[in-house]
């Protein structure tokens, strides 16, 4: 059985449980199949990035197989997605505004209107990219400076919290780039980037905390048992944004990121990986 997201964002727990850890999130119009049902849970499987875990039984809607055909077949040809932090959607059905945050795909969009499930919303179009975005610095720093400050939470993909993959994934999908959930899975796609000053704005930047030794050689070839623990979006050779307590930019070289608050190199450099599709 599948079902839809008609919320603007679900939390994804390790168990069933309000007070489980939150491992991700579901936005609005995502699609997950149902693993298993039990008292007040659903255990989910997520179409777009095949996370798994629990969700509220209450937060997900079941669709008939005629509603997953069809709506599968529409997800299949659609582009928009919300490119603001934030931005608000009003049914044709009700009248009712649902919020939606960045990366929010909209299908069946055109013109200030996208439709779910045989339902019409109307949307600011200024706040929509109807396309994905191409991808260079400047765009890329336009999507940025909204996202700028938003504090970490663990499993978070919206623009009120989020972690290090969930900025990477939910961002790079604007341009067209999807990207498993968490870094250490990011980590395996694309192709490798040897030097810094070979990156391009929009490469992804992999980063080891624990039991190897990246200080002192090349990305990508780090001596020890790496284990990729925190991923960043470069601007250029100079800068990476990523969330670390909260969104920001600072200054990354062939080490690592440099700290300013710290005065300190807080992330070891293991690996740089371009992921445009």
């Keep these: 059985m599948y079902a839809i997201v008609l919320h603007s964002v679900v939390p994804v727990r390790t168990e ?35 996370e798994e875990g629990y969700v509220d039984y209450k ?15 529409t997800l299949k040809s659609a582009t928009a997605r919300v490119m603001l932090p934030m931005t608000f959607a009003v049914s044709e059905n009700n009248g009712q505004t649902i919020p939606l945050t960045l ?29 994905p975005l191409p991808l260079n610095p400047t765009t890329l720093m336009q999507v940025m400076r909204f996202m700028l400050n938003t504090p ?19 961002v790079l999908s604007l341009f067209g780039i999807r990207l498993p959930r968490n870094a250490a ?21 992999f980063f080891d905390h624990a039991d190897s030794d990246c200080s002192n050689t090349e990305p990508n070839n780090c001596k020890g048992d790496v284990h990729i623990s925190h991923v960043g979006i470069l601007l250029d050779s100079e800068r990476v944004v ?9 200054r990354i070289d062939q080490r690592g990121i440099y700290g300013a608050e710290q005065q300190l190199y807080t992330h070891h450099l293991a690996a740089i990986k371009r992921c445009a599709n």
């Design 16 to 50: 069933p449980s309000e007070g489980a850890e939150q491992s991700t999130q579901l936005l609005f119009g995502e699609m997950c199949r149902i693993m298993q049902s039990l008292p007040r849970w659903y255990k989910i499987h997520n179409e777009s990035d095949g």
């Design 242 to 250: 990523h969330c670390s307590g909260r969104v920001k930019v600072e």
């Design 59 to 73: 937060m997900i809607t079941p669709m008939s197989d005629d509603e997953y055909q069809r709506y599968t077949t």
């Design 185 to 205: 899975q990011q980590a395996s796609c694309g192709t490798a980037v040897r030097e810094l000053q070979e990156a391009h704005a929009g490469d992804l930047v």
């Design 152 to 170: 970490y939470l663990w499993g978070g993909k919206n623009a009120l919290g989020m972690d290090c993959s969930g900025m990477t994934q939910t």
């Design 103 to 131: 990366g929010t795909l909209l299908p069946n969009y055109a013109d200030g209107q996208f439709e779910v499930l045989g339902v019409r919303f109307r949307i600011d179009s200024a706040a929509v990219a109807a396309a």
